[in-house]
């Protein structure tokens, strides 16, 4: 397999050839911080939080493929800040109240909070009405906690291949409407990978939930991406 | 040379907060001969008596009285810290704000299964502060310094930022100081 | 009496058709209801949830009842400037609603809807597919009155237009206003000449032909055509498609819809051609759905064409080179004027970008390599491969050859079309216009530039001002911070919400902006204006985004003296929040009268 020579950030890096930045990155022990992207999900480039730099022009790294010589800007610190924007934005644009959270500590929004030190986040609140919806037997969808990352409308399918999540509205009003008449049909497994596919605590199984005690989560003690970084001396 | 002066407040708070600033355990004594407490419900003097070094607020603004509070700590102190996810973003409290204030009043007052159907009234007496049409952030009401994020936010946290702006030093944040739950 | 379930079964089992069933079931019925939503979905094997997702992404499908009659007006700034106001009032008196509801007898519904191209003829608004323009109060209720009294819209129609507007398939009262006619688009032009010249060359001469004109794509953009030609036809594929793009939709622009009307015979031409040079069977005409009203016209011309056999199985005469077109309908969404949103939507799906690479020309309709182009630019293609490269090249400047058709509108007294040549400055535009004293002229629609009297030497070009073709002209007297609101309002109307800078960063934008409007601003809420339009700018998932930040950027820039009257100096921190306002609310509810004690502390 031919490889592709490319750098992030001055480090020299190898990639395969139709590699994303992102996948690149993590097989060098880059991390890039993402939200929306997914593994074995097709990118769909959402939440931008993963923009880097190249040559001047801003790409998301999940949707870009590397290409030869590449010199991807990765941590410069208006990049950076701008990603902690993004972050700040969501956190903003729907209703996040971490402290009565079911995903608390295992939230994947949340734990880029911590990784950006988001003390307060610079724009003002927005409080949208959103109504939860929970008509189907197994899950909740809290979609005041929805970031529409697509994970799920990408995800979960029908055995006929039909979406079982798919966005509504536009703009401003996106959000995610569960089908009622194929929630109905979802497995206990089925369920469970829609809840753990959903980055933050917009998919819930119900009747589940805080199940691990504080200071066992996932980012209690490790920030996002640690995984990834580990053993590259960052 | 006189001590750095401290206040403290809860606002649209639970006193979670300042559950928290006492959490610190022994450096309680070590926090006595650092500053000294102005007004606060630790030493409970009602009114500022001197320039303040540091305000620390728990809570959000939900009602009228909270805003005269905030104010005046703006007015009293030199530097005002947000303490906790109240202060930060409205916290709990601020789970109305999606919903008009109008029904949030009559589910609890008027509609509510505890109430006698007809009997329920909205609380009008003159001396009540009134409510605000939504729970609002400190920031957006005054300026803010510092926001320590958390519910509550940890001891070690609120320990490491009063002891820096008292020193005058930049805080030192470790990954588990941030959190927000 | 037809049946949502008869409307449904009529088309083929295919998730394409998705938007066809939708547009067919809400133009009978008003709305899509909850059983059509699931007759649809069972039909063409798709999720309930992924058909209510269509309907909502366009501004013309519902699934609550629009009225048995619809009025959609225009919202835009000029359509305001025009008397909006008072034709929305006569509006809702007369029907008995506000905008955005329908009448308690169920007979009229009220919606605002972004520009629909007929800016130099406001206040204009669609009902029930028919145009209406220059709109008066008295106008607006005798409109209202007559489809309560039984009376068609189309009916109510009472003079045509100019043109083609009168011919029995259009009869509409739109006027084109072609204020100037260039050598280009205008020229004398024998139809079929530039599609028969083509197909006497091989396609690599053809596109070298348009590389040489140098053309540039009129939409806005400005990629050069031949390339983009060049590359749809090197990617090895069975199938390619010709796409033209007639969703303009940026507000201000409407030499498409004159085009359309006018010239479609050109545009079609111009599509046979690049389907000529990119190995392309099928040319897609994406109309905007306000458009709609001339699709019966389009739809005659192009079986005339047929029958002239310059369309169908070897087209010009052409051996082996059989092209045909067919018209796909929008339903409403700016979004869809973006090229990988527009496919998207020509599949039948909800209008939102595709990421790129690959980009349309590898991988665009049908996922096979496509040509998207704006209707402008296949018409100007057409004229070159009739007059020739070197023709073209004469035209315009060095690096924006040829001329470019303008809508131009706002505070002018020759409001409409001109076929401009590229390299013309604003002020020489302005006095072909009539729009002498301007104090701002908005060139490429919201998306492009707000420029002050002092930019007015600037031209008209892609070095310069780019433009797809909108240039809205303002008086003395409008208000810039009015312009800026609907501007970005329109932006947050017409994000698709798939990405989260475009999604949120306009809402906030907005908001921040409204601060300092209103007097609330200081230094740093106008840094943050800068900092927040470059952030959503550069992390925005297509051009939307990557624009919509412009009304504010560019009007800091060319009027930093109004914001700096806004603001206020020597204060740190302004807040938005207003106690006063704040417990009007909770005064209301417990019968108090707001008394707000200032501090406790004396």
Known sequence: MSEIRFTIDGKACLAERG????????????????????????????????TVRVAGRYM??????????????????????????????????????????????????????????????????????????????????????????????????????????????????????????????????EARRAMDICPVGAILRKEKGFALPIGQRKFDHTPIGSDIEKGTGR | ?????????????????????????????????????NKSPIDDIKRFTKPVDVGLIEGGC???????????FRKNCKVLVSVGECAVMGGLPALRNSIPLKECLEEAYLNSPTVDPGSGIIPNDEDLPIILDKVYPCHEVVKIDYFLPGCPPSADLIWEAVTALVEGRPLNLTYDMIKFD | MTTEKDIVLKHPKDPAALLDVIRDVQSRFGQVSDEAVGRIAAHLKLSEAEVRGAVTFYHFFSLSPRGAS????????????????????????????RFGEVSADGTVGLFPTSCIGMNDQEPSAIVDGVVFTALTPDKARAIVRGLRAGTPARDQVASFGDGANQSDLVRAMVVNNIRRRGPVLFGAHESGAGLRKAV??????????????????????????????????????????????????????FKDRVILTELPALLFEGMAIAGYAIGAKTGVLYLRSEYAYLRAHLESVLAGMRRQGLLGKKAAGAAGFDFDIVVKSGAGAYICGEESALLESAEGKRGEPRDRPPFPVQTGYLNQPTTVNNVETLATAARIMAEGAAWFKALGTTQSAGTKLLSVSGDCSRPGVYEIEYGLPIADLLDMAGGAGAKAVQVGGPSGSCVAPAGFGRKIDFSDLATGGSVIVFGPDRDIFEVVSNFMEFFVDESCGWCVPCRAGNVLLKKKFEKVARGLG???????????????????????GQTSPNPILTTLKSFPELYAAKIRTGEEFVPEFNLEEAVQDGCAAAHREPECKESLDE
């Not at chain 3, 619809?70 to 929305?88: E, F, P, Q, W």
């Not at chain 3, 596109?207 to 749809?232: N, Q």
């Not at chain 3, 230094?523 to 297509?542: N, P, Q």
């Open chain 2, 62 to 72: 939900c009602n009228s009285e909270n805003v005269a509070v905030l104010r005046s």
């Open chain 3, 200 to 253: 006497s060359m091989t396609p690599e001469k053809v596109i070298d032909e348009i590389k040489r004109a140098s053309l540039l794509g009129r939409g806005g953009a400005g990629f050069p055509t031949g390339l983009k030609w060049e590359f749809c036809r090197r990617e090895a594929a069975d199938r390619r498609f010709v796409v033209c793009n007639a969703d303009e939709g940026e507000p201000g622009t």
């Open chain 1, 19 to 50: 590699q994303t930045i992102v996948e690149a990155a993590k097989a060098n022990g880059v991390y890039i911080p993402v939200l929306c992207n997914y593994e074995a999900l097709k990118p769909v480039g959402s939440c931008r939080i993963c």
């Open chain 3, 70 to 97: 619809t009025v959609y007006l225009n919202d835009s700034i000029t359509s305001r400037m025009a008397g909006r106001t008072a034709v929305a009032q006569a509006f809702e008196q007369e029907a008995g609603c």
């Open chain 1, 60 to 189: 998301a790294s999940c949707t870009q493929p590397v290409t030869e010589g590449m010199a991807v800007e990765n941590t410069a610190p208006d990049l950076e800040d701008m990603r902690k924007s993004l972050i700040e934005m969501l956190f903003v644009e729907g209703n996040h109240f971490c402290p009565s959270c079911e995903k608390s500590g295992n939230c994947e929004l949340q734990a880029l909070g911590y990784r950006y030190k988001m003390m307060v986040p610079r724009f003002p609140y927005l409080w949208p009405g959103r109504a939860l919806l929970a008509g189907s037997p197994l899950l909740m969808l809290e979609r005041n906690r929805c970031v529409q990352c697509l994970r799920c409308v990408r995800g979960i399918t029908s055995k006929a291949g039909r979406k079982v999540f798919a966005a509504v509205e536009r703009g401003p009003h996106v959000t995610i409407e569960i089908d009622p008449k194929l929630a109905a049909k979802l497995s206990e497994e």
């Open chain 3, 522 to 544: 200081t230094a740093s809420d106008l840094r943050d204006l800068e900092d927040w339009g470059r952030l959503v700018k550069s992390t925005s998932r297509c051009g939307l």
């Open chain 2, 1 to 37: 040379m006189s001590k750095p002066v401290i206040a403290t407040t809860s606002l649209a708070g639970c006193f979670g907060c300042h559950m928290s600033l006492l959490d610190i355990d022994e450096r309680i004594l070590k926090l006595v001969d650092l500053v000294e407490f």
